[in-house]
């Protein structure tokens, strides 16, 4: 599968972005999705991740409660809702995907997207 990540930005402490990231081929609705992070000096890092039907997801407890992640299988789509952000959330934003469930880890990911940066500022 080829992912296309969008939707980042530069916005203030305290406010919203929804970042999108779209699937190409027929395997989008095995594929379990994940976002990760990485900021500039510092290693990629696991933010979130959901199955392939939408009905669990795993957090990174950084973002827990303030970021949500979904998908629409339809648009071969997955989302990150990003909430009440903090500069401490800029970072590139990928979205990567694998077949198999409950990895956090990025090297257990092989699809991987370009990246889109988020900027937060105080």
């Known amino acids: 599968v080829q992912l296309q990540a969008s939707g980042g930005g530069q916005v203030q402490a305290g406010d919203s972005l929804r970042l999108s990231c779209v699937a190409s081929g027929r395997a989008f609705t095995t594929t379990v999705m994940g976002w990760f992070r990485q900021a500039p000096g510092k290693e990629r890092e696991f933010v979130a991740t959901?199955?392939?039907?939408?009905?669990?997801?795993i957090y990174a407890d950084a973002v827990k409660g303030r970021f949500t992640i979904s998908r629409d299988n339809t648009k071969n789509t997955v989302y990150l809702q990003m909430d009440s952000l903090k500069p401490e959330d800029t970072a590139v934003y990928y979205c990567?995907?694998?077949?198999?469930?409950?990895?956090?880890?990025?090297?257990?990911?092989?699809?991987w997207g370009q990246g889109t940066l988020v900027t937060v500022s105080s």
């Open positions: 959901i199955t392939w039907s939408g009905g669990s997801a």
């Open positions: 990567a995907g694998r077949t198999g469930w409950g990895a956090t880890s990025p090297i257990n990911f092989g699809s």
